[in-house]
């Protein structure tokens, strides 16, 4: 079965430094997120993109984060300076239709600890 | 803001029960819900959705039921299995292009031999 990949699975950095997130999606889905789960909290929404484009972004979504698709098969998030509150697990997700009926694929994702 | 709130934090059932899972909302605009499934270290995993039209959808074990007047759905589960022990998330969306999903806090189920 099709599957999203994140990269890496587990990522230590100092509280400043840029960190990359990286993500396969699905090859023939359209539609891509960025989603985090906070120790102990819900997931939340951070960021759509359609269309090599941003859909939507949350207040999370400030302007220490941002999005890529580099490429065909690769989709990216770039926290600029990282600050001790962005530690949470952070989940790329992607679906064929963005409407929501049909369920988003997630990948296992990708432990940030900032210290 | 809190539009998707699952208020039971876990549930122990007995294999081959039933699991009644629920949730509420409050966002008359949410169009689509969504059931996930989370182990460990994994990500969720969709389950089953309703659209806001219908008030049952059925997949195998998996039931959804939705009352709109009620704001309210439920995921039952039937019978249960050792396999089913993960935390559930309830999840809407608005519909829409690249539609976000908002998500419950979760609700732990714990199927006992």
């Known amino acids: 079965e099709p599957e999203v990949t994140q990269t890496p699975s587990h990522q230590v950095t100092q509280m400043g430094q840029e960190v990359i997130l990286r993500c396969v999606p699905i090859s023939n889905h359209l539609y891509f997120y960025w989603y985090r789960q906070i120790l102990g909290q819900k997931v939340e929404f951070l960021v759509s993109?359609?269309?090599?484009?941003?859909s939507e972004k949350s207040e999370i979504f400030d302007d220490q984060f941002s999005v890529e698709r580099p490429d065909g098969s690769n989709f990216t998030l770039k926290i600029r300076s990282t600050k001790l509150e962005d530690s949470a697990m952070y989940f790329c997700?992607?679906?064929?239709w963005g409407t929501g009926l049909y369920g988003y694929t997630f990948g296992s994702g990708t432990r940030l600890t900032v210290v | 803001d809190q539009q998707v709130k699952q208020n039971s934090p876990s549930l122990s059932v007995q294999e081959g029960r039933i699991s009644i899972l629920n949730c509420d909302y409050t966002?008359?605009?949410?169009?689509?819900f969504l059931w996930y499934k989370k182990y460990p270290a994994e990500g969720p995993t969709f389950l089953i959705s309703?659209?806001?039209?219908?008030d049952k959808n059925e997949d195998g074990r998996f039931t959804v039921f939705l009352n709109k007047s009620a704001k309210h759905l439920s995921l039952h589960i039937v019978p249960s299995q050792p396999g089913d022990s993960a935390v559930y998330f309830c999840a809407a969306s608005e519909g829409g292009t690249a539609s976000k999903l908002t998500f419950g806090t979760g609700t732990r189920l714990q199927v006992t031999l």
């Open positions: 966002n008359s605009m949410f169009d689509y």
């Open positions: 993109f359609y269309n090599n484009e941003i």
């Open positions: 309703i659209s806001s039209i219908k």
């Open positions: 997700a992607s679906s064929e």
